[in-house]
């Protein structure tokens, strides 16, 4: 059974405060997939590399201030890894109270989590959507069971049987950016990353990619003090074009899902013949 959140009403708003429609968080980076082409360049990461709870407290108290969230998104990363996964929830509700907000996972480590994970999901009215991968599929069953006893909302997307993630990148600058954020997926992602409002996962996780492969050209990531004075201002820059828009491709280049303990820089890359001329 999958159960459908309801509509949640924003009457709420503080029209004092800045606006955004979605913000998501990686609270780690590290992940029990790592999946070819990911967006979060989360095969890159180390497991133990985690938005320590203090800093995501004291950010989100910041954030409550200033801003007003209607979605918040905490993803990986693979959340379900974090066995204190139960104290990032209970902060975002105590800062975000009336926001909808969601857990983003691939479900797999849901039928062995702790009972208090799980009773703070359901108590703190959270919502699980779970990332259909082949290994999810195979699990489904026992996912649902859980989920379904302990009385939490939950919803699947895609289809396991045909999965496929769209890749993006260039090593080149000059794309059209408006032609670049017409095909992302990501152009109204932001993201919260370490006191910081990025347009997108991609500008403020790149850098992981850049050290991995040895890009030098990237640019520097464009974001957002939280704790600037004149956050509110600011953050309107982010709905337009970004430096990193420029290194995006204005046609996608989409692959079949599959693991890959090997990751190569052409698993990122729109057009991978741009490695001919690469170094």
Request: proline residues 6%; aromatic residues 10%; positive net charge.
């Amino acid at each position: 059974m999958v159960f459908l959140h309801p509509l949640i009403p924003i009457h709420w708003l503080d029209s004092e405060k800045a606006y955004l429609t979605q913000l998501e968080v990686n609270i780690t980076d590290g992940c029990n997939l790592n999946c070819k082409g990911c967006t979060h360049f989360s095969g890159l990461f180390n497991k133990n590399e985690v938005y320590p709870p203090e800093n995501f407290r004291r950010d989100l108290r910041r954030i409550s201030q200033v801003c007003n969230i209607v979605a918040f998104f905490l993803l990986g990363g693979e959340p379900f890894l974090l066995k204190n996964l139960d104290e990032y929830i209970k902060i975002s509700r105590q800062y975000l109270p009336k926001s909808d907000l969601r857990i983003v996972t691939n479900g797999l480590l849901i039928p062995s989590t702790s009972q208090k994970i799980l009773d703070s999901i359901r108590e703190n009215n959270f919502f699980v959507s779970i990332s259909n991968y082949p290994p999810t599929a195979k699990i489904l069953d026992k996912i649902e069971t859980v989920l379904n006893t302990n009385k939490i909302l939950y919803d699947i997307r895609g289809s396991a049987a045909d999965k496929k993630f769209s890749v993006f990148l260039s090593i080149n600058a000059g794309h059209n950016p408006m032609k670049t954020r017409a095909v992302c997926n990501n152009n109204n992602c932001r993201f919260l990353r370490d006191g910081r409002i990025y347009k997108c996962p991609i500008d403020a996780l790149k850098f992981r990619l850049a050290e991995r492969f040895g890009i030098k050209n990237f640019p520097a990531s464009t974001s957002v003090d939280i704790y600037s004075p004149n956050f509110s201002s600011l953050l309107e820059m982010l709905d337009g074009n970004v430096e990193m828009c420029h290194w995006c491709a204005e046609q996608t280049r989409v692959i079949n899902w599959e693991p890959s303990n090997n990751p190569k820089l052409e698993d990122w890359l729109a057009d991978p013949a741009e490695l001919q001329n690469f170094r």
